[in-house]
């Protein structure tokens, strides 16, 4: 019933940007934490970025801050990361992710409970 669906991934020069987009369905979108996470192949899944339910509060890794913002629009169900100064290090599937009532303690994985599918982000240089 709950669907999370990932888009706006693709393939951009070091320096470019993009936006990706996260729809969700079948649940109360307000009322949920959302969280954006990226793997790459062999390696663990990495947080990236999240923001609370009620959007008050977003949470980045160090590795992103200052070049990636998360943010969310209620009306469309929808939460976005807008990812600027890309670099090759950034190459990865991006996950979207919900956990209802949440504001903190955004940065591990395993707290969320429903995912989307990813998309791929190539950075290259």
């Known amino acids: 019933q709950v669907q999370l669906v990932e888009s706006g991934g693709g393939l951009v020069q070091t320096g470019g940007s993009l936006r990706l987009s996260c729809a969700a369905s079948?649940?109360?979108?307000?009322?949920?934490?959302m969280g954006w996470f990226r793997q790459v192949p062999g390696k663990e899944r990495e947080f990236v970025a999240a923001?609370?339910?009620?959007?008050?509060?977003?949470y980045y890794a160090d590795a992103v801050k200052g070049r990636f913002t998360i943010s969310r629009d209620n009306a469309k169900n929808t939460v976005y990361l807008q990812m600027n100064s890309l670099k090759p290090e950034d190459t990865a599937v991006y996950f979207c992710?919900?956990?209802?009532?949440?504001?903190?303690?955004?940065?591990?994985?395993?707290?969320?409970?429903?995912w989307g599918q990813g998309t791929q982000v190539t950075v290259s240089s």
């Open positions: 923001i609370s339910w009620n959007g008050g509060t977003s």
């Open positions: 992710a919900a956990v209802p009532n949440r504001v903190g303690a955004l940065l591990s994985s395993h707290i969320y409970d429903y």
């Open positions: 079948g649940l109360t979108f307000s009322s949920y934490a």
